[in-house]
C-alpha cells in the first residue's frame, strides 16, 4: 500500500491525500486532514489542548514565534508558525481551519469566536479612515449596526444598495463613493439576505470587484452567508471570493460561531 503525502510543504507530515494512487474527496480528507497522530501518542482523534499558552525549546524560538504572530517577520520557505497563545491559534483551531478551508477548496480558514467577530475584521482588516465599504441591504441587524454607526465612527463610509440590486446600481454606489474621494475597499453581501433572504447577483458583484481593483487598491468581495451554508451554497458560485463568511452556527451545530474563510 503506498501512501502520498500532500504537497502543502508546510504541513507535509500531516496530510495523506493518496492511497494507492486512489485521490481522496475534499469530503473524505476532512474527517482526518491536518492532524498528525504520532505528535499525541497515535490518539485516533485530535485530543483537546486545554491551554492557553506553549512552551519552546529556547528563547529565540519563542521570541522568533512572536515575531511571526505579530507579522513582524515574514516565515521563511518551510517554516512552520510555532503555537504562540491559544486566542490566536491553537492545535484544535489549526486542525478546524485547515479542514474547512480544504472543504471550501480554499487556501486558507480563520475560526473566530463570533459571527460579529469575523464580519467585525473585514472593515477593520481592509478599511481606514476615508475609505468606503459597499454593503447590499438588509443585512443581519447586528452587522448593520456596525456598519451604521461604529464604522462611521472609525471615518469609514458605508454605501448602500439593496440586496438585489442590478450591476449598474451598484456601480453607481461605487461611483458616488469615489466621487466623495474615498478608496472603495470592501464590497460586502450577504446571501441569501437575513431576515428577507433575497439572493444577490454574486457575479455582477465579482466584475465590478474586478473593474474597479487597481494593482495598489485589490477590492475585497466579503460574502457572509448563514441560510445556505457551505453545502448548498455552490463552489462554483465561492471561488471568486477572497473571503467568504459562513456561519457554523447555522452550518454546523445549528448555534454557534462563525467562520470566516480565505
Ligand atoms: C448572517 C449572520 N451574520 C452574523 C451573525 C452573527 O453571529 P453571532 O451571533 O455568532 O455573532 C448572524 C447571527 O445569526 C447572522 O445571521
Given at each position: 500500500m503506498q501512501f502520498s503525502k500532500s504537497k502543502d510543504e508546510e504541513h507535509e507530515e500531516d496530510h495523506v491525500t493518496e492511497i494507492d494512487g486512489h485521490k481522496f474527496k475534499p469530503e473524505t480528507l476532512v474527517l482526518g486532514?491536518?492532524?498528525?497522530?504520532k505528535s499525541c501518542n497515535y490518539s485516533l482523534k485530535p485530543p483537546l489542548f486545554l491551554t492557553s499558552t506553549f512552551v519552546f525549546p529556547k528563547s529565540k524560538v519563542g521570541k522568533r514565534a512572536f515575531e511571526l504572530m505579530r507579522g513582524v517577520a515574514k516565515p521563511r520557505k518551510g517554516e512552520k508558525s510555532a503555537y504562540v497563545y491559544s486566542r490566536m491559534n491553537n492545535p484544535n483551531l489549526d486542525i478546524f481551519e485547515k479542514r474547512l478551508a480544504l472543504f471550501d477548496q480554499s487556501d486558507y480558514g480563520l475560526s473566530f469566536a463570533s459571527g460579529m467577530a469575523a464580519v467585525s475584521a473585514v472593515p477593520l482588516a481592509f478599511c481606514r479612515p476615508g475609505d468606503a465599504l459597499i454593503s447590499t441591504d438588509p443585512i443581519y441587524g447586528g452587522s448593520k449596526t456596525l456598519f451604521n454607526y461604529f464604522l462611521n465612527d472609525f471615518g469609514i463610509k458605508v454605501y448602500w444598495v439593496p440586496a438585489d440590486a442590478q450591476k449598474e446600481e451598484i456601480e453607481k454606489a461605487i461611483l458616488a463613493a469615489q466621487n466623495d474621494?474615498?478608496?472603495?475597499k470592501v464590497i460586502y453581501t450577504e446571501t441569501?439576505?437575513?431576515?428577507?433572504?433575497v439572493m444577490t447577483d454574486l457575479e455582477a458583484l465579482n466584475e465590478l470587484k474586478l473593474k474597479y481593483s487597481t494593482p495598489e487598491n485589490k477590492i475585497v468581495l466579503a460574502c457572509d452567508n448563514t441560510f445556505l451554508g457551505k453545502l448548498f451554497l455552490a463552489k462554483s458560485k465561492l471561488f471568486f471570493f477572497f473571503r467568504t463568511l459562513l456561519s457554523d452556527s447555522n452550518y454546523f451545530w445549528s448555534r454557534c460561531n462563525s467562520l470566516f474563510n480565505n
Open positions: 486532514y491536518g492532524y498528525n497522530n474621494g474615498r478608496k472603495v441569501p439576505s437575513n431576515p428577507t433572504i
